[in-house]
Each structure stands twice: as structure tokens, then as C-alpha cells.
């Protein structure tokens, strides 16, 4: 039987993944397959990009990974990249909240953002008393009856009252995805909220009854892999740019780089049923196509095969943003830094969306004389601050921590990463969007990233 072709468009973490996969199981027996990875930039790794320098590991893009969704702590793993793992500080475990012009504590006896704790609950001032007495009645809030979407601000409000809703969703879940609460899809982002309402009645029930009893450690059952201590967030030694370095040397298949696809179209009299059309001239014949780029990027290359998925694709909504890093020399920085970093709900007057205190979450990633702090700007609130220059950037954000965490000194390096339409929106109903778009995929062609889940 003759090898299947399959081209995969774009050389992100998705492309790469999918390349190491479609390899995996052909060595494994179960097919015939074979792969060229075409992506427009002459590297790949899309949005993970990570930096090096004089003992700082500065990351342009995420930072981390969730160990709740465990794809990509078994992916690191199954490549041989255990001993390289890292774990949040234990020493360093809370968040604060920028609330009236100072940074509060996240409350105690909070599990997601229902209170599982009444003591420690009570003890915080991020929350007023009404507030705290609303979020305590959401046991008794009768649950939602049918199953249809709505907004991660509607179902917060409804469970927890509008002080959770815009004190902790907004920056806390919301923030995730630089997107506003208001139009953010719960069941595309967080559908276990709405299982726990459904399952028992209300969220502190179900976190109560649901609290898991394994020791961390006791994951991925099943994958053959020794367990390995893990926490809620979790990266690589040499940044996440390790595993892009790992991935790009495991794939055997074709990789072409520095050059886009221009089109692919239905190829009726070749031996395969796609070609791909390259901006250099160059054709490659498919069997399946695996498109891993942005939604509207995807929406311009599926044009000639259906006008009905393409005009869905380029309909996603996508916000900008921007992360700026500041290294700072320890010596007479005054802050404790105490804990993962901040965020600001859109109802403070602070341009930053939050700030990851890097060497205090992953210690490893600064040397001990050195603070390395990361801004988030822009996102649905500013979205025009991501688009100012790197000076500009820079200042704006060393204004913002100067108010919010007394910095008074310059710092000794910066590095800026804009991100421009580089965040995808989950509108209320975005996931039957999504079956839909796939519904009107031609066969062979399949769409994979985070323009879709």
C-alpha cells in the first residue's frame, strides 16, 4: 500500500505535535504515513519563544502549562524531558489582586473561585461583606436547567454575584485568554464549572465532594511512565523553548520553513486529492491537509474548497496583546515578591492586565542577585497599547509597578513581544461554531490549535 502524504500547515506547538504523533504511530505499525510541515517563519515554535541570556530565561509567549489538562506534561515526558521538568515554588504559592489602589491577597478557602473555606474566607478584604455574604448563598442558588452556553461573567454572577464576578473571574479566568467576560464562552473554556453545577447542585458542593485525594505525583495512569511530583503549573529548566528544540530534532519528516502556502486546491487529476500551492512556487500533493494556523489565516487557504467554512473561519474574533519582561538587579529592591505575581480586574484604574514575578514562580529562571518580572498589556480592555513602541511599552509598564509594587529602579535589560491578533476569542456558542467548521471540512482536511479549543 502506497504511503499516505499529509501536509501539515504551520510549525507551531500544534504542527509540531501533530508531525510527532502521525511519526509515533506510523513506527508503531498502524499506518503509512508520511509528513512535510510547512511553516511561513524560518523557525518554528509559533508563539513559544524563549530567550537566554546570562543565566535569565525570558519567555516571549506562555510560560508554563496546565498539569490539569495533561497532554503536554506526557508529551515532555514521553520525549525525555523529565529531569528537566520544573515545579512552581512552594515557597511563593499566592496571587494578589490589584483592588483600590493595593495589592490584596487572593482570598483564603478558595477552591477556583468559590469559597470551600469559611474562616479563611472571612479573613480577606479583597471581598466586601455583602460580597462575601453573596458568594457564601451560592449553595442555595437553584442550578441552571438546560444545557446551553452562556458567558463566563453571566455564569459567575448568577452563582457568585457580580463582586466574583468582576473582582475574581474577570482577571483571574477571563484574564486567561485576554478576553472579555462578558462575550467568553464558559463551556469553550471552563466546562467544569457548569459540570459541577449540574452534577451537585452548586460549585462549593461540588468542590467540596470532588477534592481529589492522590499526593501530586499520581498522574497520567496509563501513558507507562513512572509518576512524576507535579504542581498546578509547570515548565522546563530551559524554558518552553526547550520542548520546540526537542520536538524539531525528534520529527524525521520534510520541514520547510520561510515559506508560506498559498492556496491548496482540489488536485482531480493527481494521485493524491489536494495540492498545496507554496508563495515560492513549490507544490506538494496531499492526501490530508492539517491546518494548525491561526482561524483567519486558515480561512484564506480553504477558500477554493468551501466558501461556507472559509467565511466561518475568518468570522473568529481575535484580540492583541503584549508581554514585556524587565530583569532588575536584587540589591535594594524592596518588595518581597512574595508570591506568583498580580492581576487587575478591568474595574481598576491600572494599564496593565497583571504581572508574573518570574524568579519568585520559577526560581531557577533568574539568578539569585537578579528579579525578572513579566507585564501583560492590551488584550479586549487596550487593545491599541500592544500596538505602542518598544520604548513607549517599556515605560508604561515600569510607571504601572512603580505604583503597584514600588519599583524605583531602572531596569538592567527588557525584552518585548507583541502579539498582534494572536489571541483567539471563544464567543458565547463557540464550540457549535466549531462542530460546524468541521462539519464543513472536505474530507481530508482538519483543523487542530487554539483558534478552536
Known amino acids: 500500500m502506497a504511503d499516505k502524504q499529509v501536509v501539515i500547515v504551520g510549525g ?19 499506518s503509512s504515513v508520511q509528513y512535510t510541515l510547512i511553516e511561513s517563519q524560518p523557525t518554528l515554535g509559533g508563539k513559544i519563544v524563549t530567550e537566554r541570556i546570562n543565566g535569565l530565561v525570558v519567555e516571549g509567549g506562555p510560560d508554563s502549562f496546565l498539569t490539569q489538562k495533561p497532554w503536554a506534561l506526557q508529551l515532555c515526558r514521553e520525549l525525555g524531558l523529565s529531569e528537566d521538568l520544573v515545579l512552581t515554588s512552594r515557597a511563593n504559592q499566592r496571587v494578589y489582586i490589584w483592588r483600590h489602589g493595593r495589592l490584596r491577597p487572593m482570598p483564603g478557602g478558595l477552591s477556583l473561585i468559590a469559597p470551600t473555606s469559611v474562616g479563611l474566607f472571612l479573613k480577606s ?41 468582576d473582582i475574581l473571574a ?34 462549593t458542593a461540588g468542590l467540596l465532594q470532588t477534592r481529589p485525594k492522590a499526593q501530586p505525583g499520581q498522574s497520567e495512569v496509563g501513558t507507562g511512565l513512572r509518576p512524576v511530583p507535579t504542581t498546578t503549573f509547570m515548565t522546563l529548566r530551559g524554558g518552553l523553548g526547550q ?19 498559498h492556496s491548496i486546491r482540489r488536485d482531480v487529476a493527481g494521485g493524491q486529492p489536494y495540492r498545496v500551492e507554496l508563495q515560492d512556487g513549490r507544490r506538494v500533493e496531499a492526501d490530508a491537509v492539517v491546518l494548525t494556523t491561526p482561524a483567519y489565516v486558515a480561512a484564506g487557504l480553504v477558500a477554493n474548497l468551501s466558501s461556507d467554512l472559509s467565511q466561518k473561519l475568518g468570522a473568529i474574533r481575535y484580540e492583541s496583546s503584549a508581554t514585556v519582561s524587565l530583569a532588575f538587579e536584587r540589591a535594594g529592591f524592596e518588595h518581597p515578591l512574595n508570591g506568583f505575581g ?26 539569585a542577585d537578579k528579579v525578572l518580572l513579566r507585564a501583560f498589556v492590551g488584550g479586549y480592555r487596550r487593545p491599541e497599547l500592544a500596538q505602542l513602541d518598544d520604548d513607549e511599552l517599556a515605560e508604561l509598564v515600569l510607571d504601572e ?53
Open 342 to 367: 498580580f492581576v487587575v480586574p478591568s474595574t481598576e484604574d491600572c494599564r496593565l492586565m497583571g504581572c508574573t514575578w518570574t524568579s519568585s514562580k520559577f526560581p531557577h529562571r533568574a539568578p
Open 243 to 261: 520542548l520546540i528544540t526537542k520536538l524539531t530534532r525528534t520529527v524525521t519528516g520534510q520541514i520547510i520553513t520561510g515559506s508560506s502556502v
Open 125 to 165: 478584604s479583597l471581598i466586601s461583606p455583602a460580597g462575601k455574604l453573596r458568594m457564601f448563598a451560592e449553595r442555595f442558588i437553584p442550578p441552571k436547567q438546560d444545557d446551553a452556553d452562556e458567558s463566563l461573567a453571566s455564569f459567575v454572577r448568577r452563582r457568585l454575584g457580580q463582586e466574583a464576578a
Open 12 to 30: 507551531g506547538i500544534t504542527g509540531l505535535a501533530t508531525a510527532y504523533y502521525l511519526q509515533k504511530q506510523a513506527g508503531a505499525g498502524d
Open 170 to 203: 474577570e482577571p483571574l479566568l477571563a484574564g486567561i485568554y485576554a478576553a472579555d467576560p462578558e462575550r467568553l464562552s464558559i463551556m469553550a473554556t471552563f466546562p467544569r464549572l457548569r459540570d459541577l453545577e449540574r452534577d451537585h447542585g452548586s460549585l
Open 401 to 453: 509597578l512603580n505604583r503597584t509594587i514600588g519599583v524605583r529602579s531602572k531596569p538592567a535589560q527588557r525584552w518585548v513581544y507583541r502579539w498582534p491578533i494572536g489571541n483567539p476569542q471563544y464567543d458565547v456558542g463557540h464550540l457549535e461554531r466549531v462542530a460546524e467548521m468541521e462539519s464543513l471540512c472536505p474530507p481530508g482536511i482538519f483543523l487542530a490549535g487554539s483558534s478552536y479549543r
